[in-house]
């Protein structure tokens, strides 16, 4: 599993991106996957997850405004970011992993993509 996340940069508040994490591994329909944020000074946080039967799970901070999906037949997942607020700004991760249950935590991925940056600001 090799993970690579794109599509951050800076928008204004209220602003939209589209954030995604491609695998160029071969098992990419029976991952859980899960995007996270470490803002500076802060430590890395859940956002959202999405499993491979495609429940989804996401932090109250970012219910209603951003949707996490995947496309297994382009091994990609994303997150549909809007109503973009300056708190969220972070890099912004992804992880996968093969164990279910557990979703929100760091330790629950064992692979992790190396960050995309999203800056909001005012």
């Known amino acids: 599993v090799q993970l690579q996340a794109s599509g951050g940069g800076s928008v204004r508040t209220g602003g939209s991106l589209r954030l995604s994490c491609a695998n160029s591994?071969?098992?990419?329909?029976?991952?859980?996957m899960g995007w996270f944020r470490q803002a500076p000074g802060k430590e890395r946080e859940f956002v959202a997850a999405?499993?491979?039967?495609?429940?989804?799970y996401y932090a109250e901070s970012v219910k209603g405004r951003f949707t996490i999906s995947r496309d297994n037949t382009m091994n990609t997942m994303y997150l549909q970011m809007s109503g973009l607020k300056p708190e969220d700004t972070a890099v912004y991760y992804c992880?996968?992993?093969?164990?279910?249950?557990?979703?929100?935590?760091?330790?629950?991925?064992?692979?992790w993509g190396q960050g995309t940056l999203v800056t909001v600001s005012s």
């Open positions: 992880g996968a992993t093969y164990s279910g249950g557990s979703y929100r935590y760091v330790a629950d991925y064992r692979y």
């Open positions: 591994g071969r098992t990419f329909g029976s991952l859980n």
């Open positions: 999405i499993f491979w039967i495609r429940t989804t």
